[in-house]
């Protein structure tokens, strides 16, 4: 082949695609031709892309190549010929080698890999800046005579390469000290530092190790202060081995153990369970008692406390529960300046889904979103605190991270369980650049963060992936996994004499909601056990619900008749309920009951309410409304919030409500592959493109034909994959031929390649005034 450009215009279209499909940054945009898509193939940033994807041996068998072109790889990897045949082909197909007689870097590769197997430059290349009277005493220096005449740099520098072609007896004659630095080299990096590198220095008068090595050419000055190791000497010294160790197959897992699927899944359904309820339980509470934004973003170590406190979890679980709601859009911050963290109206809806469904929506959420719930409570680099659901939370490719971890265990034979560290050893074998630029400590935490939040997700039981965390990770839909593995919902609960009411499983939505309004919860586990208070029936009334319709709903679910304590408390408490009516003066009461008010006025522990009397039934405060409420509760009344024009102010549960801002990004997508239809029509494109300079619009009036028919010749175009010749009008009105290779016909356009404009485009349906079917020829 005459050049990579050509060599890729001789692949087949099945080559093409795979290449495409494996780089789909290359057709952003689609490139005019084939020449344009093995420039933009060449360029850095694609091969640094490239080179990213490529495991640990992948990537060797390219630097040998580098190395060492036209020899034996697998002699020179010692690895089998059959795992090398498969590394060159991924190579070939990714479009870094090329080449019909052996592989060959292509384009671009030699620049994006400075030291290939931490080699460094050969020796003519290591000594090419040294000026030509440099050159000639080193030749003189290793061969003992004089160089006369004017000295010819290209010569001397073939003939330096042949005299250290068997360093051998140069090492043994530099003394032990020098050959103890050169072993600091061997095996990369291949350059040090050291001062004066370029001072001029020879065999007999060499005093240093560094400098017998620099008179011997066994090191070459870079610049004054840099000295590399020529590439033939670290080869010798390696022995003729590019690799320390094999590197052929990737770092073990722990050995499997007898595979238990049904236990795995068992394991992560009950966690999967868990987790929803506690997101559940935890957007309730901040829906009725919203919690602070920090001015700083964030949520407030105490308020993170409180949650962990509410929900019975260590305080890395309650900032994971909190962050996966977040980015599942259920959780978002009200207003720009005093703001609160409050449900979305999207929690609404999600509440309306079955528990595998909501699952299925955190679990998306969690593995797409950029944000880290394991940095909350570490401190940044300036030794700040770094708060849950904050912007410091975010990290670049933490996505990628956490699917590469998890791709780790979902390709481990059933019955393996790998830790953290087995993880990050396997990922640094799989993706050794990418994996290595993520950066030292946050990338080494990485995996282990992740390990412990999908088994707390239920993505993973006992350390495997469960069969709905497969799906997950596969892009299926896991909720058909999850849904037999749950338990089903009960609408019926006991009530006990103690006030208590036991759940013997989840309960449907609405009751669920209704109970945790008039009940708090005391125990959770098989059974969650409710307990009715004074208080929590006045929340249920402050919502808005009646002593009636709370016995009504109690009495439905209930598996019995309702006990008698029960009927007394919310008799009761909804006969005191509302005497009180407290609004603002600042804040006043009222009630019907003068006597009331005197008991308020003679209560000591009312002497701080700063009370005084407007009329025999109307005490008025200096206090705000919302603190009067509070301390009148703390005298165990049960007072309600009035407007000025005496309605009764009702705080529904779902009270607290905000859309999250436009600019918002409550999930942070990673890049997506190119689409399989846009892959196809970017391969026809390419070789139009290279075929564009033998095609021109027919001669004559451009076709013309109904509008009807224009769509649907352009569509069967499409299906067929057939040229098409179009009259198309400009922005003017002017009329032109167009041979288009159609891609699509969507949204009012056509899109296209445009092979008299050897470009992709798209075309105004409306503007086009006819089409006609091109024949092969």
Sequence with gaps: ?????????????????????????????????????????????????????????????????????????????????????????????????????????????????????????????????????RLADLVADLTGEEQNGFPDAGRLLARLAELLADPGPLVEDAGPEARAALERLVWGPPSGRVSDARRPVRVDTAATPIERLLARGLLAAEDDRTVTLPREIALHLRGGRLFAEPCDAPPPLPAPGEPRPDRVASAA?????????????????????????????????????????????????????????????????????????????????????????????????????????????????????????????????????????????????????????????????????????????FRDRMAGWTLREAAALGVTGFGEPSPFGRALLAGEDPEPLLEPLLPEPVDRILIQADLTAVAPGPLVAELARELALAADVESTGGATVYRFTPASVRRALDAGRTAAELTELLGRHATGPLPQPLTYLIEDVARRHGQLRVGSVASYVRTDAAATLDEILADRRAAGLRLFRLAPTVLASALPRTELLDALRD?????????????????????????????????????????????????????????????????????????????????????????VWIGYLDQQGQSSSRIVEPVRVDGGFLTGYDATRAAVHRFALHRITGVTELDEG
């Design 1 to 133: 082949m005459e050049s990579f450009a050509d060599w890729l215009r001789a692949r087949d279209d099945d080559a093409l695609r795979a290449l495409l499909s494996a780089r789909p940054e290359l057709v952003t945009p689609v490139p005019a031709d084939l020449a344009a898509l093995a420039a933009r193939a060449a360029t850095p940033a694609a091969i640094s892309r490239a080179l990213d994807r490529l495991d640990r041996f992948t990537l060797a068998t390219l630097e040998a190549v580098l190395v060492l072109p036209g020899t034996d790889l697998a002699t020179a990897l010692a690895a089998p010929p059959e795992r090398v045949a498969e590394a060159v082909a991924t190579l070939t197909e990714n479009a870094l080698v090329w080449g019909d007689q052996g592989p060959r870097a292509a384009p671009g590769v030699r620049q994006a890999v400075p030291h290939p197997a931490g080699l460094g430059p050969p020796i003519a290349e290591a000594f090419a800046g040294y000026p030509p009277a």
């Design 269 to 441: 359904a009950g966690e999967a369970f868990t987790a929803v309820r506690l997101v559940e339980e935890l957007l309730e509470r901040w829906s009725l008692a919203p919690v602070p934004v920090l001015r700083s973003g964030g949520l407030a170590v105490r308020d993170l406390r409180a949650a962990a406190t509410l929900l019975d979890v260590e305080d890395w679980r309650a900032a994971l529960l909190a962050e996966t709601a977040l980015a599942a859009g259920l959780l978002t911050r009200s207003g720009d300046l005093d703001g609160e963290w409050v449900p979305t109206p999207a929690y609404d809806l999600w509440l309306l889904r079955d528990v595998a469904g909501r699952w299925v929506e955190l679990a998306r959420g969690w593995l797409r979103t950029d944000r880290v719930p394991g940095l909350a409570g570490e401190r940044d680099d300036r030794d700040r605190l770094i708060n849950a659901l904050s912007e410091a939370v975010v990290r670049g490719g933490a996505a990628d991270l956490r699917r590469s971890a998890l791709a780790v265990l979902a390709g481990a034979p059933p019955g393996t369980s790998a830790d953290a560290d087995a993880v990050r050893a396997r990922l640094a074998w799989l993706r050794p650049r990418w994996y290595a630029g993520r950066g030292g400590v």
């Design 635 to 723: 005298l165990g009344l049960a007072p309600v919030a009035e407007h000025p024009g005496g309605e009764v102010i009702v705080t529904r549960p779902d009270a607290h409500r905000a859309e999250p801002p436009p600019s918002a990004e409550i999930v942070r997508l990673r890049p997506g592959t190119a689409d399989t239809a846009m892959i196809d029509a970017a391969v026809r494109a390419l070789r139009a493109g290279d075929e564009a300079a033998r095609y021109a619009a027919p001669a004559g009036e451009p076709p013309r034909s109904p509008a009807m028919a224009t769509v649907e010749r352009l569509r069967g175009a499409v299906e067929r994959g057939r040229r």
